[in-house]
């Protein structure tokens, strides 16, 4: 049950082979010495000598001391001590002599912590337990503590009983003794111990720690305000250490990295927290094909051994192609489905809804092919698809089943005619069987759509048991080439920043800035694995003027509020680039985890509370005092609106 443990210990005993190749010279010795470290001591400096998980029948005859906590007993005779390590028998003691012992170890409720002291024996023949680590032996005990007993828990701490996860976030400790957190939790050190291994001794990259109390600055996620005792003065949370690692550039840090605590005050989503961790890096003198190669190294040398290991470089794709293949900048290219632009081959079709869309400017059609969906997708499925597309695009979506004998059987079919039907099936590579979803209308909205019908249709067909995402499969994919402005949604003649405002234009660009900044791409890129966005980041402006220019006439932002790096950047800034990789869902792919809070040890629920302590908490007036500020609370019928506009959630 835990072997995990151990494979998780034997891959940091192993060199890899990039560990010897990438170093040169005198630091080779110390860094090749450093990575044949042994396999750690675990039970260094405590009360114990063994963990519970260790013993084999290689410590036959040997006297231990082990501390762990009572997972099971059978009959008063056996006991199963467990630790994080994983678990062993113990052999409670029957003789007269023993009295004391049998009694702690007989009378402490599950889950109690004792301390054993005895020696290691095996099991009777035909007694072993093969699907145990330890099973071959036992511990005849001849001491026992009880260092704490347990009250009865609210739920038993074994990861096959279910709970829900308001109840796990509740108890959040207890939670942390199941397996699957301590693997999460562990291999995420790791990898972390990996990560900062391969940045600051292979690569000489400086961790320095930045503010948390900063200000507001503009653009970017809403921010955490934290009050000050100065009258109407407030701090704010870094949304990340943007700021703070460009100005290390011009301080000559020129390979920065930390892993950052960043703070964003926006709506929770399955994949967000209000606070997660960054592996935030920049460099001075790079190019993007510098980060991502860096990057790249990265992930490769700190992935986990147990993984099929991570393959460079990684495939590159524009937002462009993203968009019109895939319908999102984060595409999850483990499998096809991609969106098809079909308008050329209905440029003279009958159907009134395409040759409408064909006439506006920017219309086209545009179509995805479900392999057997007409195996596999109901009748409701197709009536919930549309339903969607019509409430949430305000788009059609059409259904066409391909039969064998090439009829099309949709409402639309007889509109068909059979040189667009066999285009269909070459452009799309139709099979008998497959369903074609076809839509019309403007590009980004026809690609949005079908986007979302994809994954949709991806979760259906899973859901009924065809293989279409290999579950062992890692697929990173950068995204290149972002137009540096988006229109604003609520008003689309304004312009604001794809990614953030110190996101250098693409070279090739520039010219459009000061007459279309809307045509201008960006040196920003992003990292995706598995359809996530994990990790983005840009070629920096160090040039004052252009930055003051992007801040103040194009994003008309208060450019005061960035005054001081404005100065910086005139004060002989090198150029620089960076990127932030999101750890937290990072890990979460990597462990498959349902969640990101499965992946943090105290994470807060779907609605930003610490279910545990009760953060955010109420303060007495008088001790918000100091900071000058006073409570506004909501009346009767503001509260109701706003849980009208926040529909009720499970707390988790
Ligand atoms: N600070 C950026 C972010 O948090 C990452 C970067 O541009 O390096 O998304």
Not at 56 to 67: A, D, I, P, W
Not at 183 to 189: A, D, F, G, I
Not at 519 to 534: A, F, T
Not at 572 to 581: E, F, L, T, V
Request: hydrophobic share 35%; with cysteine.
């Amino acid at each position: 049950m835990f072997c995990w443990l151990s494979r998780l210990y034997r891959s940091l005993s192993r060199p890899t082979r990039r560990t010897t190749q990438l170093i040169g010279g005198s630091f080779s010795r110390s860094l090749v010495l450093s990575s044949q470290r042994r396999i750690p001591e675990l039970s260094s400096f405590v009360a114990r000598t063994n963990t519970c998980g260790e013993l084999r029948s290689s410590h036959l005859g040997q006297e231990v001391t082990l501390c762990g906590w009572i997972q099971y007993r059978r009959q008063n005779i056996f006991l199963v001590l467990r630790d994080f390590h994983g678990l062993v028998q113990v052999i409670i003691p029957q003789d007269e002599s023993a009295a004391s012992v049998k009694k702690i170890l007989c009378e402490a409720p599950m889950e109690s912590v004792v301390q054993v002291s005895g020696t290691v024996i095996s099991r009777p023949p035909g007694q072993e337990n093969p699907k145990m680590p330890t099973g071959e032996i036992e511990i005849k005990v001849k001491t026992a503590k009880l260092l704490n007993s347990c009250k009865k828990l609210p739920f038993e701490i074994k990861d096959f009983v279910k709970k829900t996860e308001a109840l796990r976030l509740q108890y959040r400790y207890l939670d942390l003794r199941g397996v699957q957190m301590q693997y999460n939790l562990r291999l995420r050190s790791q990898m972390v111990m990996k990560m900062r291994e391969y940045l600051c001794n292979l690569h000489g990259f400086v961790d320095i720690e930045t503010p948390t109390l900063f200000k507001r600055t503009p653009g970017g996620a809403k921010e955490f305000v934290i009050p000050s005792r100065e009258p109407g003065k407030f701090y704010s949370l870094p949304q990340s250490p943007q700021q703070f690692k460009q100005l290390l550039m011009v301080g000559g840090l020129d390979r920065y990295f930390q892993v950052a605590r960043c703070y964003r005050d926006e709506g929770s989503r399955p994949d967000r927290q209000p606070e997660f961790t960054q592996i935030d890096i920049e460099m001075s003198f790079v190019e993007q094909t510098g980060i991502q190669s860096l990057i790249e190294g990265l992930l490769q040398y700190s992935w986990p051994s147990d993984k099929d290991p991570v393959v460079v470089p990684f495939p590159s794709m524009t937002f462009a192609e993203a968009l019109a293949s895939y319908g999102t900048d984060k595409p999850d290219t483990r499998f096809g489905m991609k969106i098809v632009d079909i308008s050329d081959m209905f440029r003279n079709t009958e159907v009134g809804f395409l040759q409408d869309a064909l006439s506006k400017p920017q219309g086209t059609i545009k179509a995805i092919c479900i392999p057997e969906g007409e195996k596999y997708l109901k009748r409701k499925d197709i009536e919930s698809i549309r339903k969607f597309a019509a409430d949430h695009f305000n788009q059609e979506v059409l259904p066409i089943f391909l039969k064998t004998n090439n009829n099309w059987n949709s409402p639309v079919a007889k509109f068909i005619m059979e040189e667009q039907g066999l285009g269909l099936i070459r452009l799309l590579e139709t099979q008998e069987e497959d369903v074609v979803l076809l839509t019309a209308g403007e590009h980004k909205k026809a690609c949005s759509l079908l986007g979302k019908l994809r994954l949709e249709c991806a979760d259906l067909l899973e859901a009924r048991g065809v293989v279409l995402r290999d579950p062992a499969l890692f697929s990173f994919l950068w995204v290149v080439d972002f137009p540096l402005f988006f229109p604003k949604e609520e008003n689309p003649k304004e312009l604001e920043t794809a990614h953030h405002p110190f996101t250098a234009p693409h070279p090739s660009d520039i010219h459009h800035l000061y007459t279309e900044p809307q045509k201008v791409r960006s040196q920003h890129y992003d990292l995706v694995l598995n359809g996530s966005e994990i990790g983005g980041g840009s070629i920096r402006i160090h040039d004052a003027e252009l930055q003051h220019y992007i801040l103040a006439t194009v994003l008309k932002e208060d450019v005061k509020l960035l005054s001081h790096l404005l100065q910086a950047l005139d004060y002989g800034a090198p150029p620089h680039g960076g990127i932030a990789i999101g750890l937290d869902r990072l890990m979460c792919l990597v462990t498959g985890a349902p969640s990101i809070r499965d992946v943090i040890a105290f994470p807060k629920s779907f609605q930003g509370h610490d279910l545990m302590s009760n953060a955010p908490d109420s303060i007495p007036p008088e001790e918000l005092k100091p900071y000058h500020i006073q409570v506004s609370w909501p009346t009767d019928s503001e509260t109701e609106k706003s849980s009208l506009n926040h529909p009720c959630h499970p707390e988790s």
